[in-house]
């Protein structure tokens, strides 16, 4: 897994959903120097961690919240399970045979919740635990 540099982003919506981890600049910026990432503060300040899963793939991507900068993140071949029981859904998500996202979430007459979310990418980046907020789900058109 390797980071691309950034461009400024007009990504398409996709069908299906995006998990999203909001992680500290700082962190991100002592883990990959090589971004280039400028200081920022509060919110603003934030470096999202994206992966998006559909039926056709999974994506990943590093995003600038105070710039829009996006940086891939290449990923290998990615196989997607999905079990459904009810009104839970569990996606688990593996790049060459090796775990890439585990999630459970459940759906509702009020939206999808997510319940569950795992990912290695956070390790593979080399951003320790601690320094990411709770993931969030992000239902796409």
């Known amino acids: 897994m390797s980071l691309a540099h950034g461009q400024p982003s007009s990504v398409a919506i996709r069908t299906g959903l995006t ?3 909001a992680i500290a600049r700082d962190a991100v910026r002592r ?4 971004l280039d990432l400028p200081p ?24 600038d919240a105070s710039t829009d900068r996006v940086h891939p993140i290449e990923l ?5 399970d999905r079990t459904e029981a009810g009104e839970f859904v ?12 585990s999630a459970t979430y459940r759906r509702s ?3 999808e919740r997510l319940l569950y979310a ?7 980046l080399g951003i320790r635990g601690g320094r990411y907020g709770r993931p969030r789900l992000v239902p796409q058109a």
């Open 19 to 21: 998990i999203v981890w």
């Open 31 to 34: 883990a990959n120097p090589t």
């Open 40 to 63: 920022a503060r509060g919110r603003q300040g934030e470096v999202l961690l994206c992966l998006s899963v559909s039926e056709t793939g999974c994506t990943a991507e590093l995003r």
């Open 76 to 80: 290998g071949a990615v196989h997607l």
């Open 90 to 101: 569990h996606l688990e998500v593996t790049e060459l045979r090796s775990p890439l996202l």
């Open 109 to 111: 007459g009020s939206g």
């Open 118 to 124: 795992r990912t290695p990418v956070l390790d593979r």
